[in-house]
């Protein structure tokens, strides 16, 4: 009888979870989803199943919310435990909201958020502003001899343009505002830019409130796009990792671009490389002019702090914004898929196997009950794919997937993928996994494996609320998105009220043959 090999077995799992970890945080930075947040945690304890309502009851009692005459909102939440405070700007605008040929330019300008203003970042800005001007009319000069193929004045442009750049660089205090921040106790300065929404954010000390007013509310009102085409190098750079030197990247891209025919979820958040090329700092301002308006930003203050002060200070500071119209992308609704659709590439890399269906956006009915498919299906060494792929026929060395991708906002994917195991292909993987998606389709699930999937449903939820940054971040994402950061609230209790029948129902309407976008990467032969 032949006995296992267990050190190799060990192996071969160790580099299944190296693997995808990669692959995981592969997908989330290429299609910048990864928050990268520090999270200020609170001294309140996590609440049992038996305690939730209770303790939601008491937040629901330390929240307020107010909206200033310009429009901008404000969500506080009084949590006293701990002597610091989290703040989230939230900018209702991300890729989904980019001109044709523009894309990149929200991430760009989340990039270029964090250079300063007329006061923050630069030792005279006098004296900077003209070099900025110059640069500007020197990178239209550059563009346009090249198009041109003029080299000769190419080079010339080029040699202008560094050493104005030079000069401008004297004059910027490069990263000022993370200096000022840290100096004042600061932690988590960062940002992120998604589909459709831009969050900046950063905790302090409670004694700081009014310094995060005041930095905040000048960061916005008075940005300086410094550092441009340094930045556009830096961002280039990226797009080189994430995807042109990235399996996980070009498939991504091309999966994607596959699913969506015309709604704007199918361009890539980073951008094309074209168009990051192309980008000036006149369409960043644009773009900013446009979306970043008082009624398009939501900020959320969650910690150790009075409502009434908050407001007074909100009044003082962010009052000073003026009114005015947001922009308006024109958004197209994607049509329903009505064949089967399927992008492979050969790469050198390990085989992956990616399975994508159509579902509503998350203000759907339906939308806790997709997320508890998930959940069942691949969330954890208990879930079904992992059990059936992995354990018990080893055709895969890890099996998982995810639901709200690449955004949540508009109709999206619930996306699979595995990691194919030595001996075996990519289509054996594909007919195992549907297998287990076609019992959601003819076997009720049993009332045992529901319960277990709604508890890590729920206690999931609880420990993002059980910090500080975490609950700022679901009230602005549910303000938002929804309507009302209530509903973030309401989906526990939705949560609860999934049954077998509405699995069986969701599964049979979502996971057709029809509705089903399949990715290959293959492995290339050298």
Do not use: C
């Amino acid at each position: 009888m032949h006995k296992p090999n267990h050190s190799y077995q060990r192996k071969l799992k160790n580099k299944a979870s190296q693997l995808f970890v990669s692959f995981v945080i592969a997908v989330l930075l290429w299609w910048e989803l990864l928050p990268g947040v520090a999270l200020a945690q609170t001294q309140t304890p996590a609440p049992t199943e038996n305690s939730i309502q209770p303790y939601l009851n008491r937040v629901m009692k330390q929240l307020s919310e107010f909206r200033l005459d310009n429009g901008l909102k404000f969500i506080v939440l009084e949590r006293h435990q701990a002597p610091i405070v989290s703040f989230l700007t939230y900018a209702d605008v991300g890729g989904v909201d980019e001109p044709d040929g523009k894309t990149g330019v929200a991430h760009f300008l989340e990039h270029l958020a964090f250079k300063g203003t007329t006061r923050i970042g630069t030792s005279n800005y006098q004296a900077e502003k003209p070099l900025l001007n110059r640069l500007d009319q020197l990178a239209e000069q550059i563009i346009a001899a090249k198009a041109a193929n003029k080299k000769d004045e190419v080079a010339q442009l080029e040699a202008q343009f560094k050493k104005i750049e030079a000069q401008a660089a004297k004059l910027a205090k490069q990263n000022e505002l993370g200096r000022i921040v840290e100096q004042a106790g600061g932690v988590g300065l960062n940002a992120n830019t998604s589909t459709e929404a831009t969050r900046y954010f950063y905790s302090f000390p409670s004694n700081k409130l009014e310094l995060w007013m005041s930095l905040e509310s000048e960061r916005f009102l008075d940005p300086v796009f410094r550092e441009f085409y340094k930045e556009k190098d830096v961002i280039l750079e990226e797009r080189r990792m994430r995807v042109e030197n990235s399996p996980i990247g070009i498939m991504m891209e091309k999966l994607i671009d596959t699913s969506f025919k015309v709604h704007p979820y199918k361009r890539p958040v980073i951008g094309y490389d074209q168009d990051i090329r192309n980008l000036t700092r006149e369409d960043v301002q644009k773009f900013f002019d446009a979306y970043y308006v008082p009624n398009n930003l939501t900020i959320a203050v969650v910690g150790d702090v009075k409502s009434a002060e908050v407001k007074r200070l909100a009044q003082i500071y962010f009052g000073r914004y003026k009114a005015k119209e947001k922009g308006v992308a024109q958004i197209s609704v994607e049509p329903k898929q009505t064949q089967p659709r399927e992008v492979s590439v050969e790469l050198r890399s390990q085989p992956w196997y990616l399975e994508g269906y159509h579902r509503p956006a998350m203000t759907h009915p339906d939308h806790v009950v997709y997320e508890i498919i998930g959940s069942l299906l691949s969330s954890g060494r208990t879930s079904r794919l992992y059990k059936s792929l992995v354990e018990k026929q080893q055709l895969a060395l890890t099996a998982q997937g995810f639901s709200g991708f690449p955004g949540d906002k508009y109709p999206n994917l619930m996306l699979f993928y595995a990691l194919t195991a030595p001996g075996h292909t990519v289509d054996e993987v594909a007919v195992a996994l549907r297998q287990e998606i076609e019992r959601l389709k003819t076997e009720p699930v049993s009332e045992t494996d529901l319960k277990r999937v709604k508890t890590q449903a729920r206690a999931s939820l609880l420990r993002i609320l059980d910090s500080n940054m975490g609950m700022a971040q679901q009230l602005l994402e549910y303000e938002v998105k929804t309507g009302s950061w209530r509903n973030l609230f309401k989906e526990l209790d939705q949560i609860i009220a999934v049954t077998p029948a509405d699995i069986q129902r969701v599964a049979t309407a979502t996971f057709t043959t029809e509705n089903r976008t399949v990715g290959k990467i293959l492995s290339k032969q050298s």
